[in-house]
């Protein structure tokens, strides 16, 4: 009998999906160091404070994830900071948001460097996405894949 549950319980946790790798994910707290390796022992290297800054989660290991940011800065987080919702980092310079996945499309905000907005869905070279307006409102519009770091170039739905 001890055998059956055993095995039942391999069987159980072994057919669970695993989530793939790479994959992007998001800051869910405006605190959140960077390790050094996967645990607390392990000296902080770094220390984010952007919540809802977009993360490739790059490795596992039990309850810490290896991530990686849109520079390149690589180091292990717990899981509990991590968040599956989806954002983009814009990159460089100011980038326009516009109406419609067209360059011609009106303008319906302009996006500074550094803005995190959340990924709604990606329609070829575009992607539309939601951003906190100045006056407290969201604004959603679409922007060239080029202009920002947050999701795979054959991704459509988030």
């Known amino acids: 009998m001890r055998i059956l549950l055993f095995v039942l319980i391999f069987l159980t946790a072994a057919s669970a999906d695993p989530q793939p790798l790479p994959r992007y994910a998001s800051l869910r707290a405006n605190a ?5 390796g996967p645990g607390n022992n392990y000296p ?3 220390r984010y404070i952007r919540q809802g800054m977009p993360v490739e989660i790059i490795a596992e290991f039990d309850t810490w994830r290896q991530i990686r940011d849109w520079q390149g800065t690589q180091g292990w987080v717990h899981k509990s900071l991590l968040s599956g919702r989806r954002t ?3 990159l460089h310079t100011i980038k326009n948001l516009r ?3 067209d360059i011609k499309a009106d303008v319906v905000a302009k ?3 550094g803005v995190i907005a959340k990924a709604l869905e990606c329609q070829n070279n575009w992607c539309k996405v939601e951003v906190k307006s100045p006056t407290g409102g969201r604004l959603r ?3 060239k894949r080029t202009a920002f770091w947050g999701v795979y170039p054959n991704e459509t739905k988030f």
Do not use: F
């Open 88 to 90: 983009i980092w814009v």
């Open 32 to 36: 959140v160091n960077l390790h050094v």
């Open 99 to 101: 109406k419609s996945p």
């Open 111 to 113: 996006l500074e460097p």
């Open 44 to 46: 902080i290297d770094w």
């Open 141 to 143: 519009g679409w922007i």
